[in-house]
């Protein structure tokens, strides 16, 4: 029976891509995954082990080979309506995604009118409330090309929250930024820790996820090679391999 905290999980899920050399390459080699109510996971690992994957396959961009995704003690398969499962479960990427021909608050108010049919004076107030929040409430009129990278980020944020998702997911968000733009997005997350919202992250940041995590989880080529909390994770790293990728990253 599924713990009544736990609002999203998978069993055995496996992913894999067709490569041109190797036929099927399985990427994800049978994750068991839970997120409770409130809880913030980060996702740790070296290039090409599976996180961004496994994120993408929890919001149905990427399709699963076997296993089982539940969330909110519903599994979600190849007949779930994706389009409204993405609504709750909101992805920000490392690519802004923006779009340059829309003002700051009409690519955020795309979504939340259009899908939601929410009404455009109350989807501004709302978009208003957490630009201010990130300190954006003055580039309302300002297009995308007029923001920094950070910024760019922000809006992204602020986009998906506007969904009034029950979980968030950032896929390595300050992997494209320059080092000074890294804190002031990393601090928004954190401020939306406090709130209680469930997130899982993945990341490279890793006094970021020292400090922000429940739990950490390590993956290494396609499998949770550790899955500890957070202080025990990286006070005590289990497998030499995890102690040199933690050590290459200057983690003291």
């Known amino acids: 029976m599924q713990d009544e905290n736990i609002i999203l999980e998978t069993k055995d899920l496996r992913k894999s891509f067709k490569n041109s050399h190797d036929g099927e390459v399985e990427i994800l080699k049978g994750i068991n995954f839970s997120l409770k109510e409130r809880e913030v996971v980060s996702i740790i690992g070296p290039s090409g082990c599976g996180k961004s994957t496994f994120l993408r396959c929890l919001n149905g961009l990427e399709s699963i080979n076997s296993g089982t995704i539940i969330f909110e003690n ?11 499962i993405r609504q709750k479960i909101g992805m920000v990427f490392q690519s802004y995604d923006l779009f340059p021909h829309l003002s700051v608050l ?4 795309l979504a939340p009118i ?4 929410k009404n455009r004076a109350i989807a501004t107030q709302e978009a208003m409330q957490w630009l201010k929040r990130v300190g954006l409430e003055s580039k309302i009129k300002s297009y995308p090309k007029d923001l920094s990278g950070g910024q760019k980020q922000r809006v992204a944020i602020v986009r998906s929250l506007c969904m009034n998702p029950t979980i968030m997911l950032f896929d390595e968000v ?7 733009m890294v804190k002031e ?3 928004v997350i954190k401020s939306l820790a406090s709130d209680g919202m469930s997130m899982i992250i993945v990341t490279h940041q890793m006094r970021f996820a020292e400090a922000i995590s429940d739990k950490v989880l ?7 090679a550790q899955e500890d909390s957070a202080d025990i ?3 005590n790293p289990k497998t030499d391999r995890i102690k040199q990728f933690l050590n290459i990253l200057d983690f003291e």
Request: net charge positive.
């Open 74 to 84: 519903k599994i979600l398969d190849s007949k779930t309506n994706w389009r409204k």
């Open 106 to 109: 009409d690519n955020i108010l």
């Open 114 to 117: 259009k899908i939601l049919k």
């Open 174 to 180: 300050t992997a494209s930024l320059d080092p000074e």
């Open 185 to 187: 997005v990393l601090e």
């Open 218 to 224: 390590f993956f290494d080529k396609g499998i949770v």
């Open 233 to 235: 994770f990286f006070k």
